[in-house]
């Protein structure tokens, strides 16, 4: 009878998987770095950072024609992070990446529910964050439309605590709905509304986003919930792709209030950047952005501008000076950049990048340069992985180091940032036809 009952289910699972469509892959990436002045400047007296960490990612997919399903397991493994015979990870970093149900409502209309990642335009104000070893992720369900050439994305999200209590099944608080997790801009709730039309050479996208972030009072050993703030940021991306010519233009503002109650207004990001292919194996690229930034003296109000949840490492320099964690309500930011990538041959690729730096306001000094930083990344593809190899300095001018805290003779005398990384993304299982 046992053997009949395995049959059944069998016979069930194998009508599914042909009806289906499963796929199984995963990642491994493995990345070296030499940080000798990476994020900020390096004193002369510290040595610089070298170490390895490896993200190792299993993606499975599920799709019907009524639902797909998505789910992604990470890790992020820093070389010598557990000591030997240590069964448990040492920084909790293992965690479910992704875990999502894309359901399919009417023609055009559908709901994707779960984590996910947010990715839109050039991800400038919602991105992967990809080069970071744990990437981003957000917990939101959206209604989505997707038709022709128009496209809609309506996303909501409202966020919790784990309370962990015990005798609590629900995993949260029973009572009132505090949120305390804080940094990097964690908000509390978030509702946008994302449009685009894309046409044969022109695409044009409109974003509404609203951020909610918990308040705080009291001292740091006793907070108290008190209220949310709602900061609200609205813009366009603009693209423009014809022959060997793009064009791409980004254009934000924001306003409201940060957390705890501190009132945004006039604060911007505009932001140009001209593309053209010469030939087949040289693109060359020109632009300039610039960030909206604050007086130091005020506290209450600001008129910085931040990127939020973008990819805020494609922007603005590899060395991750701004807005990687860090430059938020400071003097904002002039990046005017050019760029030259040269293919070196069927499978390589030479990229050339240098950028200009200085405030949108002046020091307290009534200084506003800021630097100068060169990016190079050699890229190779292989069978089945890729290898990348980056060198990142950075000639920083006195608004620099006054804008870091550090006096010119106190830093080091080279700031650069050297990494090597591998690629791998092995496809175990895919049952689509072909």
Not at 8 to 16: A, K, P, R, T
Not at 55 to 81: I, P
Not at 122 to 134: E, K, N, S
């Given at each position: 009878m046992?053997?009949?009952?395995?049959?059944?289910?069998?016979?069930?699972?194998?009508?599914?998987?042909?009806?289906?469509?499963?796929?199984?892959?995963?990642?491994?990436?493995?990345?070296?770095?030499?940080?000798?002045?990476?994020?900020?400047?390096?004193?002369?007296?510290?040595?610089?950072?070298?170490?390895?960490?490896?993200?190792?990612?299993?993606?499975?997919?599920?799709?019907?024609?009524?639902?797909?399903?998505?789910?992604?397991?990470?890790?992020?493994?820093?070389?010598?992070?557990?000591?030997?015979?240590?069964?448990?990870?040492?920084?909790?970093?293992?965690?479910?990446?992704?875990?999502?149900?894309?359901?399919?409502?009417?023609?055009?209309?559908?709901?994707?529910?779960?984590?996910?990642?947010?990715?839109?335009?050039?991800?400038?104000?919602?991105?992967?964050?990809?080069?970071?070893?744990?990437?981003?992720?957000?917990?939101?369900?959206?209604?989505?439309?997707?038709?022709?050439?128009?496209?809609?994305?309506?996303?909501?999200?409202?966020?919790?605590?784990?309370?962990?209590?015990?005798?609590?099944?629900?995993?949260?608080?029973?009572?009132?709905?505090?949120?305390?997790?804080?940094?990097?801009?964690?908000?509390?709730?978030?509702?946008?509304?994302?449009?685009?039309?894309?046409?044969?050479?022109?695409?044009?996208?409109?974003?509404i986003l609203n951020n909610g972030f918990q308040n705080f009072t009291g001292d740091a050993d006793a907070l108290v919930a008190d209220g949310v703030s709602n900061l609200i940021t609205v813009g366009t991306h603009l693209n423009y792709k014809k022959g060997s010519f793009g064009a791409a233009f980004n254009g934000y503002l924001q306003t409201g209030e940060r957390q705890n109650s501190v009132d945004v207004s006039g604060a911007y990001l505009l932001g140009l950047d001209l593309s053209y292919k010469v030939s087949k194996g040289v693109s060359l690229g020109l632009g300039a952005e610039i960030i909206s930034g604050n007086d130091a003296s005020t506290t209450d109000k600001t008129e910085a501008f931040f990127p939020l949840y973008g990819t805020n490492h494609k922007f603005n320099g590899f060395m991750d000076y701004f807005y990687v964690g860090n430059h938020a309500n400071s003097i904002g930011l002039t990046d005017i950049h050019a760029s030259a990538k040269f293919a070196l041959g069927e499978t390589s690729s030479l990229l050339v990048k240098v950028l200009n730096f200085s405030g949108e306001q002046e020091l307290g000094s009534g200084e506003k340069s800021l630097g100068t930083e060169v990016d190079l990344v050699f890229a190779k593809n292989f069978k089945g992985y890729g290898l990348a190899i980056g060198y990142s300095q950075m000639f920083a001018s006195d608004g620099m180091y006054e804008l870091k805290g550090i006096t010119e003779d106190a830093a080091g005398s080279v700031q650069n940032w050297a990494w090597v990384q591998l690629t791998m993304k092995p496809k175990f299982l895919n049952t689509a036809k072909e």
């Open positions: 046992k053997r009949q009952y395995t049959l059944i289910i069998l016979l069930v699972l194998s009508i599914q998987f042909a009806t289906a469509q499963f796929s199984l892959d995963g990642e491994f990436k493995p990345r070296t770095e030499y940080r000798n002045g990476f994020g900020s400047i390096i004193p002369d007296d510290a040595d610089a950072g070298f170490a390895i960490a490896t993200r190792l990612r299993l993606n499975a997919g599920y799709q019907t024609e009524a639902f797909k399903f998505y789910m992604s397991l990470q890790d992020v493994m820093v070389w010598g992070e557990n000591r030997q015979l240590k069964p448990e990870d040492s920084n909790n970093s293992f965690s479910v990446f992704q875990a999502w149900a894309d359901i399919k409502l009417s023609e055009g209309f559908s709901t994707k529910i779960g984590r996910q990642m947010l990715v839109y335009d050039d991800q400038r104000i919602l991105g992967g964050v990809d080069w970071a070893m744990q990437a981003r992720n957000h917990d939101a369900a959206l209604l989505k439309y997707n038709k022709g050439k128009f496209m809609m994305d309506l996303g909501l999200a409202f966020n919790q605590d784990f309370s962990g209590t015990t005798g609590n099944p629900g995993g949260f608080q029973s009572v009132g709905t505090a949120y305390n997790t804080t940094g990097f801009f964690s908000y509390k709730s978030m509702q946008y509304l994302y449009l685009k039309h894309k046409g044969e050479a022109f695409s044009v996208s409109g974003l």
